[in-house]
């Protein structure tokens, strides 16, 4: 796999340069629409003043809350700031730790396959977007001069492709195929991170 020689990163910093304005197209197995992103990709995770108002209201400090759930001060900490994004994987341990009963999905919730990613990224560079966006250093995409989607040039990682126009205002082009997907979500895997928690970074 090509991404097997790119050193691991903190995805803790992923999101730190993304830029005002933010436009998803999302391709959907079977059916194709447009939509802006909501935050809260994932329906039921805590936002940080649930986390918070969960320790409060059992009169617990940070330390305490840290050993009944098993995740770090620091970590706790920077969550309920919203300084950190709580990820499905802390909140799943939170609230077994807790002993809290999950949420049932209902009928009215969305179930979704993401097939195809397309975002436009405003007021930024190809470069943030591959080392701060996508989190995977220039030196590992190779660039290629060519009209396409009316950008000018495009720099390919495998099957993840960011578009370059030589006028500014059209933005930058992060695009990803089923297959760039595929490769993507086994980069974040490596620092235990998932799609759905790089999405609601990306759209905070």
Not at 173 to 179: H, K, P, R, T, V
Request: charged share 30%; glycine share 4%.
């Amino acid at each position: 796999m090509f991404l097997d020689n790119i050193k691991k990163r903190k995805i803790k910093s992923l999101m730190i340069s993304i830029l005002h304005r933010l436009f998803i197209i999302l391709k959907i197995r079977k059916c194709h629409f447009m939509v802006k992103v909501a935050k809260q990709v994932s329906l039921n995770l805590m936002n940080p003043n649930d986390l918070k108002l969960l320790r409060k209201k059992n009169k617990w400090t940070l330390r305490d809350f840290s050993g009944k759930v098993g995740v770090s001060k620091s970590l706790l900490s920077a969550m309920e700031k919203g300084e950190r994004v709580i990820t499905a994987k802390t909140y799943d341990q939170i609230r077994q730790s807790l002993g809290l009963v999950l949420e049932t999905r209902t009928d009215e919730e969305l179930r979704a396959h993401l097939d195809y990613l397309k975002l436009t990224l405003f007021e930024t560079t190809a470069e943030i977007v591959m080392e701060k966006v996508v989190g995977i250093e220039k030196k590992y995409f190779h660039v290629e001069h060519l009209k396409r989607h009316h950008y000018d040039r495009v720099y390919r990682c495998g099957a993840i492709q960011v578009y370059e126009a030589d006028k500014l205002e059209q933005g930058i082009l992060l695009e990803m195929s089923g297959q760039g997907l595929r490769e993507f979500e086994e980069f974040l895997a490596e620092s235990d991170f998932e799609l759905n928690d790089w999405l609601i970074l990306a759209t905070d």
